[in-house]
């Protein structure tokens, strides 16, 4: 993976940790409307790193 192989797509960097009340409150309906608002555009999710 390389940063040029994002060019030209919207990047959404989202960290968190799975026993987090804040991040399952507010991060993941944050997340889910980036993906919707960018649904028709080349959004990419890089989990898991």
């Given amino acids: 993976m390389d940063i ?4 030209g797509k919207v990047v959404y960097l ?4 799975h026993r987090c009340p804040a991040c399952h409150k ?3 309906p944050t ?4 993906s919707e608002r ?11 790193l």
Wanted: hydrophobic residues 45%; aromatic residues 24%; glycine residues 4%.
């Fill in 4 to 7: 040029s192989d994002f060019r």
């Fill in 38 to 48: 960018f649904s028709d555009e080349a959004l990419r999710e890089i989990r898991d």
């Fill in 14 to 17: 989202f960290f968190f940790q």
């Fill in 31 to 34: 997340l889910k409307a980036v």
């Fill in 26 to 28: 507010h991060g993941f």
